[in-house]
């Protein structure tokens, strides 16, 4: 089973993607987003590999306006030389890659523009794929669209449309349900009819299911069916709520607790699991590290080296519990490592233990910043204590010296990206 995350990669340096406004999308300003992104796209797959993360999805906006007629860069020739460099890494790692076009891409509108558009579209996400070499089992995720007061209609406007792509679409391309109009069992007829996989998405399902008597198990086990060997292993999505928001928003962090409910649900089946959500790899390396055969102590001591000092600004009854939980080197308690890391999330900062962890982190320039630096991180933290600043203020500053300083140690930590 491989587990992934989806187009960003959360408190990694360098893998930021940029793009721009239309009216300056120059052929200059466009090549030089393109080169930035492919390199970020390039620290995003070594990342994955020194995580053992094998699953990844890349964004669409890997080139920016790539489907736009304003980008008239032959990109995939400019740059063959960096595809083929990232294509190496990812075909010697045996990462699978997927692409998810969003929702403007409608194969079945009632508007002959916006189909053309979604075609255009999909044909760009394709030569993304055949620029780093990627074969058929790396898929474009598709929904079937909108229903236009007419679903019957709207159906029979994919089927016919779909005929309309190119082989090198085809033969990525599959379907999900989705949370508003098309169910899972609308989603099996479409694949069944045309002969391509269906990806259950357990979320989508939850908020606009076609029935409640069956588990998801069941539905998973029917759009297996729809996998070819060609297709590669099943691949599904899974995503939780959101407490807070409208159904099928999703949730901050997935929580180890459902998640391991549901894998062991799934009783032994082999599945690529994408979660969408909105931590990406942080998620990832936890279901990752909670469902592994190799439970090695040393896998929880490197991410609470990365967690240590947001959890200690939020908690530190927290942060001493999972001290003593690690404590003893032949235990792998994963599950109540991450639940402590969970808790201490839901529990509000102090003033008091931000300006702790603060002077915590300073610690770490103490011998080598500048007076003048000195001088201004305590004139900081004082005008936070004051009410003044902003202890987004203060991080934003201690993180401009970490990077000046390169302490690699914090460069990882996730105090900077946890909010």
């Known amino acids: 089973?491989?587990?992934?995350?989806?187009?960003?990669?959360?408190?990694?340096?360098?893998?930021?993607?940029?793009?721009?406004?239309?009216?300056n999308a120059s052929e200059e300003k466009l090549t030089e987003l393109i080169k930035h992104n492919l390199n970020a796209l390039e620290k995003m797959i070594d990342y994955n590999i020194e995580n053992q993360i094998e699953l990844f999805r890349i964004s669409s906006s890997l080139i920016p306006f790539g489907s736009n007629p304003v980008n008239r860069i032959a990109w995939w020739e400019v740059f063959e030389k960096q595809f083929r460099k990232i294509s190496k890494k990812i075909a010697k790692s045996g990462m699978r890659i997927s692409m998810h076009p969003g929702q403007y891409t409608v194969l079945n509108s009632a508007d002959e523009n916006i189909v053309a558009n979604a075609i255009t579209d999909l044909d760009y996400h394709a030569c993304v794929m055949d620029s780093l070499g990627l074969g058929p089992e790396n898929k474009i995720i598709l929904h079937i669209g909108g229903i236009y007061n007419d679903k019957k209609q709207a159906i029979k406007r994919f089927l016919k449309n779909y005929q309309r792509l190119s082989e090198t679409v085809k033969k990525r391309l599959v379907i999900e349900n989705d949370d508003k109009s098309y169910t899972i069992s609308d989603v099996?007829?479409?694949?069944?009819?045309?002969d391509i996989p269906v990806v259950f998405d357990n979320l989508h399902h939850q908020v606009n299911p076609c029935d409640e008597k069956h588990p998801d198990t069941y539905w998973i086990d029917i759009c297996k069916t729809t996998w070819k060997s060609q297709d590669g292993k099943q691949k599904i999505h899974y995503s939780q709520q959101h407490p807070d928001k409208k159904p099928g928003s999703h949730s901050k962090t997935i929580g180890i607790n459902e998640f391991m409910a549901f894998y062991q649900d799934l009783d032994g089946r082999d599945l690529d699991i994408m979660l969408e959500v909105k931590d990406k790899n942080l998620s990832a390396i936890k279901c990752i590290n909670c469902t592994t055969a190799k439970k090695e102590i040393n896998r929880l001591e490197h991410e609470w080296s990365k967690y240590k000092y947001a959890v200690l600004e939020r908690s530190p009854l927290d942060y001493l519990e999972i001290r003593k939980l690690l404590n003893n080197k032949d235990s792998y308690p994963c599950m109540e490592f991450y639940n402590l890391i969970e808790a201490s999330f839901q529990k509000e900062t102090t003033m008091g233990n931000s300006v702790n962890v603060a002077q915590h982190i300073w610690g770490y320039f103490r011998t080598i910043a500048l007076p003048s630096e000195k001088k201004y991180f305590l004139k900081l933290l004082d005008q936070y204590e004051k009410g003044e600043a902003s202890i987004k203020k203060v991080k934003k500053n201690l993180w401009k010296m970490t990077v000046k300083y390169e302490q690699t140690y914090l460069l990882d930590s996730y105090y900077y990206v946890i909010v």
């Open 1 to 23: 089973m491989r587990i992934g995350y989806a187009c960003l990669t959360v408190g990694v340096l360098n893998t930021e993607l940029k793009t721009c406004l239309l009216k």
């Open 188 to 194: 099996l007829i479409i694949g069944k009819a045309l």
